[in-house]
């Protein structure tokens, strides 16, 4: 009896996931939720939250050159340092101050009850893409359902509620009814697929889920300097990340004019229009509710709805530096599986969008 008590595995430290809990909740209530909660009421009042990061007061983006991709690397950087930080403390807290078998019992599971509880678990969020990607990768370095994570990455955005507000009395409460629609849809549409796809290779809490499980109880056991740990995984996932991402941000940045080469009355209805944007956005990186503005001032220069609407849908969920940042945290058919659902979606906003008259 005495030889069973002394092999459990040691309790989690009860301060480690206090801490967790304080940087979460302080850190988007800074971030996130007391600066958008201000926003929504210029938005309401102004109908504006700024002007397009895009091409700023431009009618169009800049040529490419190491000016451009400057200056829209700096532009961009102001925007999201602050989420990004708070990124990466959490992405490696998930790893190091929480109980690895908490989130496998949330998050573990090949069903659909994961990918709803990853959705819902991003909702107070509200990140921008990259800044989520830590977060997303500590959680699947954790054992996290690949549904799961992904779900969690992709609701940071399409269904973040400050945006869902913006958009609404920015754009019109039907663009907002688009997004929210197909937001869901994309969300836990694309989590369920690749759960399915995860189900051949690793079932619901199966003997290799269970050990990892085990394994993370006795990591707690043995690493009695928890908070050296973080540092570790911290320091390394910075390390790991920002280099490429910054790279990537840069370049895109100087590529605006050939991902967007016209923003105008040019830019009409066709399917061609429709595809391209819905590639561009997929591709490109804004920041969160960058969306809102860069669609107001494409509409405002006479661009079709559907175009506009393959951009209010692929904009912000993926972009290619946050493919970077979880390369190694999925397969690369997940991945692929993403890239084609988010922008098949695009397209399918599109065609709403010119189906119903918007």
């Known amino acids: 009896m005495s030889t069973h008590a002394s092999t459990r595995p040691a309790p989690h430290p009860a301060w480690a996931i206090a801490v967790f809990a304080l940087i979460a909740i302080a850190g988007l209530f800074y971030v ?42 700096v532009a961009y950087g102001l925007a999201i340092w602050k989420a990004m930080v708070l990124g990466l403390l ?14 496998l019992r949330m998050l573990g599971g090949t069903g659909l009850g994961s990918v709803v509880a990853g959705g819902l678990l991003s909702l107070p969020g509200m990140m921008c893409t990259c800044c989520a990607a830590p977060v997303v990768a500590g959680l699947r370095k954790c054992q996290a ?24 009395f920015v754009l019109g409460w039907h663009w907002m009814g688009l997004r929210l629609g197909l937001g869901v849809v994309m969300v836990f549409g694309l989590g369920w697929l690749l759960n399915r796809m995860s189900r051949g290779r690793a079932g619901t809490f199966d003997g290799a889920q269970m050990q990892a499980m ?33 790279v990537l941000v840069l370049l895109l940045g100087a590529a605006r004019a050939w991902l967007f080469p016209e923003v105008g009355a040019g830019v009409d209805n066709s ?49 290619l530096p946050s493919l970077a940042m979880v390369a190694k945290s999925f397969r690369p058919v997940e991945l692929a599986v993403l890239v084609a659902g988010v922008a098949g979606i695009g397209v399918v906003g599109g065609g709403l969008a010119v189906a119903l008259g918007f």
Do not use: C
């Open 145 to 168: 359902a690949p549904g799961s994570a992904a779900a969690f990455w992709l609701g940071n955005t399409v269904l973040n509620p400050a945006t869902l507000i913006f958009m609404g």
């Open 271 to 319: 399917v061609l229009w429709i595809v391209g944007l819905a590639v561009a956005g997929m591709l490109f990186v804004i920041p969160t509710a960058g969306e809102v503005p860069i669609v107001q001032a494409m509409l405002s220069l006479g661009m079709a709805a559907g175009p506009a609407a393959a951009l209010i849908m692929t904009l912000p969920p993926i972009s």
């Open 32 to 73: 996130k939720w007391s600066p958008y909660y201000d926003r929504a009421f210029v938005a309401a009042d102004t109908h504006s939250i700024g002007q397009s990061i895009l091409m700023g007061k431009q009618s169009a983006p800049p040529a490419p050159s190491m000016q451009a991709a400057l200056d829209y690397a």
């Open 214 to 246: 085990q394994a993370a109880g006795g990591a707690d056991l043995e690493d009695a300097h928890v908070f050296r740990r973080w540092m570790r995984i911290l320091a390394r996932m910075t390390l790991r990340l920002l280099p490429e991402y910054i």
């Open 90 to 103: 959490l992405g490696s807290g998930v790893q190091a101050l929480l109980p690895r078998a908490w989130i």
